[in-house]
């Protein structure tokens, strides 16, 4: 069986998604490090300390710890002030390693953790696994750039890493065309779903838990408030139907996020007050597993308008609760979304285009087919699956030499 160290810098598998830096990173890690560990393996997940009062090791399950690094203040802080103590970070991580004996590889998630993976593998010959999550260049293509150093160093790391995970096709291939990354260290490992949680149900059943007994129509927005995620673009949709005449209602599920986060809440409390929508906006905190798929089960049709999207984990958690999706037409959820049978897609970015996909999902000829398609098709990601696959390369790795940087 494996030892495996993960590396969560910037966010703690334990945190809820939504909020902050937290994602569908933050379910990634949680629920494949989970699937490891009920496989027999070993997973010590390491994140930096951002609340002085959690414990320094914290056993999630057997087989599975997080541990808190002091790596700077033990408070949140802004992203760009993260790559000012990544040294510090990787330091302890490494006097870790020490004490409790070196690891078979290290997984490295996001470019900061690989950073920290780098320097790792080349001091202490580890095999190094890299998840991306989200690639600077690929944003730039789709919205705006962010950073250049930042895609130096993503650059690097490629070219360095024993083995970088990619969630479909889509984002293989964008990895060679951004990255010039080589394709025989570039390994297909779709995500998961935990179908105990995000499974089909009663329709009127979910509304009544939730207090929304009566509403005609309902569209899902799940995600982080940041204009990458697009969510200015669920509101003018829901709009746009209204105008249109249907009676429909949006729940916004997640918290801001970002250096602008704010400034996007604001921004969409102002639009639904021009709008006179007040009524038919609902402004939601970020949801556990439990609850979330209740509000997925809840609605009609859950909306994923993002502007880059490596996977879209939302997407599969609606479809395996039976609602279909309308989403952009990016990255991984072009492989996610198959038109016409689990959702649509949508290639631009104008309110009316959106409107018009979801009164085809809401049809009452096609509706019944998609939910049900949703369902089978979700069926195909399990996070056991994702596990095994990641044990069988953590093997392979083991079996062969360290790439050269």
Same mark, same amino acid.
């Given at each position: 069986?494996?030892?495996?160290?993960?590396?969560?810098?910037?966010?703690?598998?334990?945190?809820?998604?939504?909020?902050?830096?937290?994602?569908?990173?933050?379910?990634?890690?949680?629920?494949?490090?989970?699937?490891?560990?009920?496989?027999?393996?070993? %997973?010590?997940?390491?994140?930096?300390?951002?609340?002085?009062?959690?414990?320094? @090791? $914290?056993?999630?399950?057997?087989?599975?710890? %997080?541990?808190?690094?002091?790596?700077?203040?033990?408070?949140?802080?802004?992203?760009?002030?993260?790559?000012?103590?990544?040294?510090?970070?990787?330091?302890?991580?490494?006097?870790?390693? *020490?004490? !409790?004996?070196?690891?078979?590889?290290?997984?490295?998630?996001?470019?900061?953790?690989?950073?920290?993976?780098?320097?790792?593998?080349?001091?202490?010959?580890?095999?190094?696994?890299?998840?991306?999550?989200?690639?600077?260049?690929?944003?730039?293509?789709?919205?705006?750039? $962010?950073?250049?150093?930042?895609?130096?160093?993503?650059?690097?790391?490629?070219?360095?890493?024993?083995? @970088?995970?990619?969630?479909?096709?889509?984002?293989?291939?964008?990895?060679?065309?951004?990255?010039?990354?080589?394709? $025989?260290? %570039?390994?297909?490992?779709?995500?998961?779903?935990?179908?105990?949680?995000?499974?089909?149900?009663?329709?009127?059943?979910?509304?009544?838990?939730?207090?929304?007994?009566?509403?005609?129509?309902?569209?899902?927005?799940?995600?982080?408030?940041?204009?990458?995620?697009?969510?200015?673009?669920?509101?003018?949709?829901?709009?746009?139907?209204?105008?249109?005449? *249907?009676?429909?209602?949006?729940?916004?599920?997640?918290?801001?996020?970002?250096?602008?986060?704010?400034?996007?809440?604001?921004?969409?409390?102002? *639009?639904?007050?021009?709008?006179?929508?007040?009524?038919?906006?609902?402004?939601?905190?970020?949801?556990?597993?439990?609850?979330?798929?209740?509000?997925?089960?809840?609605?009609?049709?859950?909306?994923?308008?993002?502007?880059?999207?490596?996977?879209?984990?939302?997407?599969?958690?609606?479809? !395996?609760?039976?609602?279909?999706?309308?989403?952009?037409?990016?990255?991984?959820?072009?492989?996610?979304?198959?038109?016409?049978?689990?959702?649509?897609?949508?290639?631009?970015?104008?309110? !009316?285009?959106?409107?018009?996909?979801?009164?085809?999902?809401?049809?009452? $000829?096609?509706?019944?087919?998609?939910?049900?398609?949703?369902?089978?098709?979700?069926?195909?990601?399990?996070?056991?699956?994702?596990?095994?696959?990641?044990?069988?390369?953590?093997?392979?790795?083991?079996?062969?030499?360290?790439?050269?940087?």
């Amino acid at each position: 069986m494996a030892r495996l160290c993960v590396l969560s810098y910037h966010t703690s598998p334990l945190a809820q998604p939504g909020t902050g830096d937290g994602g569908g990173m933050n379910v990634y890690v949680r629920e494949l490090s989970s699937a490891l560990a009920r496989l027999g393996h070993e %997973v010590d997940v390491y994140t930096r300390r951002d609340n002085p009062h959690v414990r320094e @090791v $914290e056993v999630v399950e057997p087989g599975f710890r %997080v541990h808190h690094v002091t790596a700077g203040p033990a408070t949140p802080i802004e992203r760009s002030e993260l790559a000012d103590h990544v040294c510090d970070f990787t330091d302890a991580v490494a006097a870790s390693f *020490r004490c !409790a004996g070196l690891p078979d590889a290290i997984h490295a998630n996001y470019w900061l953790s690989g950073l920290v993976g780098h320097r790792l593998k080349h001091e202490l010959n580890i095999p190094l696994i890299m998840t991306f999550h989200t690639l600077e260049r690929v944003k730039a293509d789709h919205f705006e750039s $962010e950073s250049e150093e930042r895609a130096f160093q993503e650059a690097a790391i490629f070219a360095c890493a024993d083995a @970088v995970l990619a969630s479909c096709d889509v984002e293989a291939e964008q990895f060679v065309k951004f990255y010039e990354a080589d394709r $025989e260290r %570039v390994y297909v490992v779709p995500l998961g779903v935990e179908h105990a949680f995000f499974a089909p149900g009663y329709r009127p059943q979910a509304r009544h838990a939730l207090g929304l007994d009566g509403v005609e129509t309902l569209l899902l927005f799940v995600g982080r408030l940041q204009a990458l995620k697009g969510v200015d673009l669920a509101l003018e949709t829901l709009i746009e139907l209204r105008a249109r005449g *249907r009676d429909a209602m949006l729940a916004i599920i997640g918290g801001p996020s970002g250096g602008h986060g704010r400034d996007t809440l604001a921004q969409l409390h102002r *639009r639904v007050r021009e709008a006179g929508v007040i009524e038919h906006v609902s402004f939601v905190a970020p949801q556990a597993h439990q609850l979330l798929s209740t509000w997925m089960r809840a609605a009609d049709v859950t909306l994923v308008p993002s502007r880059s999207e490596s996977f879209g984990l939302v997407a599969l958690e609606s479809s !395996a609760c039976g609602t279909p999706v309308v989403a952009s037409e990016v990255g991984g959820l072009m492989t996610l979304i198959e038109p016409g049978l689990n959702g649509l897609l949508v290639a631009e970015r104008d309110p !009316a285009t959106w409107a018009q996909a979801v009164e085809k999902v809401l049809d009452p $000829e096609t509706t019944t087919s998609m939910s049900n398609n949703s369902v089978l098709l979700a069926r195909r990601y399990t996070w056991r699956s994702a596990g095994e696959s990641l044990a069988q390369l953590v093997e392979q790795l083991a079996a062969s030499g360290l790439v050269s940087c």
